[in-house]
T-cell receptor
Framework: AQKITQTQPGMFVQEKEAVTLDCTYD???????LFWYKQPSSGEMIFLIYQGSYDEQNATEGRYSLNFQKARKSANLVISASQLGDSAMYFCAIEDYGGATNKLIFGTGTLLAVQP | DVKVTQSSRYLVKRTGEKVFLECVQDMDHENMFWYRQDPGLGLRLIYF???????EKGDIPEGYSVSREKKERFSLILESASTNQTSMYLC???????????????FGPGTRLLVL
């Protein structure tokens, strides 16, 4: 079964600095997808970035990039030039294929606090 | 713009009450999901639906049921609410992977349920 591990319950980062949020995964599938979501204090989960296991390049979306190391089974999220609005919970998730649709298995999340 | 709405942001119920949580999406998505979110546990899948009147159990279905009579609406039902069902409930929807090659789940704002 798929599993996501986020070992950092919380992190601080100074505004304008870069920060890396760790995510490791466990899967026996050859093909899989990894997602990162942001959850601000308002509660809504916001999709940030996706990485497919066969993608040759690391995914990037604006200030977000994914440091994907397949052999180490890690998919760390890098946020460049942190902003105060980046303060939120961040969840890593892996697709669970099979059945009628794809499901997501989430990690326990990392709470990021951006300091001015 | 993608829109998933949930009937209530906050809900307080008494033990033993029957509770309905409603979720509506306006994107004509095939798939809908109900999660609960608890501190330190991340998001856990309760039930999901891949078509009208079709449903499947997720990882923690005990104590819950669901209903999907129309494509846009997915209801979560707590037949007899208990205090251990106090949690944040998140609804999501997704469509089959298209050009992007992956299925992004779009989330509603969540319902914070307190059972006394």
């Amino acid at each position: 079964a798929q599993k996501i591990t986020q070992t950092q319950p919380g992190m601080f980062v100074q505004e304008k600095e870069a920060v890396t949020l760790d995510c490791t995964y466990d899967t026996s599938d050859q093909s899989y997808g990894l997602f990162w979501y942001k959850q601000p204090s308002s509660g809504e989960m916001i999709f940030l970035i996706y990485q497919g296991s066969y993608d040759e390049q690391n995914a990037t979306e604006g200030r977000y990039s994914l440091n994907f190391q397949k052999a180490r089974k890690s998919a760390n999220l890098v946020i460049s030039a942190s902003q105060l609005g980046d303060s939120a919970m961040y969840f890593c998730a892996i697709e669970d294929y099979g059945g009628a649709t794809n499901k997501l298995i989430f990690g326990t999340g990392t709470l990021l606090a951006v300091q001015p | 713009d993608v829109k998933v709405t949930q009937s209530s942001r906050y809900l307080v119920k008494r033990t033993g009450e029957k509770v309905f949580l409603e979720c509506v999406q306006d994107m004509d998505h095939e798939n809908m999901f109900w999660y609960r979110q608890d501190p330190g546990l991340g998001l856990r899948l309760i039930y999901f639906s891949y078509d009208v009147k079709m449903k499947e159990k997720g990882d923690i279905p005990e104590g819950y049921s669901v209903s999907r009579e129309k494509k846009e609406r997915f209801s979560l039902i707590l037949e007899s609410a208990s205090t251990n069902q106090t949690s944040m409930y998140l609804c999501a929807s997704s469509d089959s992977a298209g050009i992007s090659g992956f299925e992004t789940q779009y989330f509603g704002p969540g319902t914070r349920l307190l059972v006394l």
